[in-house]
């Protein structure tokens, strides 16, 4: 099985995982979405950890693995779950792109720029920190909503 196959597989279960968090944020009352918690970064609240999210895969997938002039999406400009739902739909479409060029590349190498350098990385290690990103702030997510007084849902790939 390639590191193609083996990633759209799993992104398949990120998919779907992302959609119970999503389905759980919707039940957050509009002001709690928004709501800063204290002790989190990139703005501290829910809808800013989904930005961040959003814009770890702009950042690594579209802009720097596919060569894409993609803007990053404006958080303030998110006012619903809808919205970011949206926005990850744009993602997946990214993402099709993304693992289909890795399908391709016999090296399964991207040019890509870290540190003002060009470098050859292995797309599965982009693929590996992307998803990885979102689930280390997917926690923070439901430790945000627990603090604001919300019981989360399960929200693992094994659930």
Request: aromatic letters at 8%; proline letters at 3%.
């Amino acid at each position: 099985m390639t590191h193609a196959t083996c990633a759209r597989s799993q992104y398949n279960q990120i998919r779907s995982a992302r959609e119970v968090l999503l389905d759980y944020c919707a039940t957050l009352s509009p002001e709690d979405f928004v709501r800063q918690g204290p002790g989190f970064g990139k703005g501290g609240s829910v809808r800013h950890l989904l930005v961040h999210n959003i814009h770890c895969y702009e950042h690594w997938i579209a802009r720097q693995a596919l060569q894409m002039d993609r803007p990053f999406t404006v958080a303030d400009a998110i006012h619903s779950v809808e919205e970011c739902r949206e926005v990850f739909r744009q993602i997946d479409d990214l993402m099709v792109l993304f693992l289909d060029q890795l399908e391709e590349k016999e090296d399964g190498l991207f040019t890509m720029t870290i540190h003002d350098h060009p470098e050859q990385v292995d797309g599965f290690k982009v693929f590996t920190h992307t998803i990885t990103h979102e689930f280390h702030h997917k926690g923070q997510i439901l430790t945000l909503s627990r603090q604001l007084g919300y019981t989360p849902v399960d929200t693992d790939i094994m659930r």
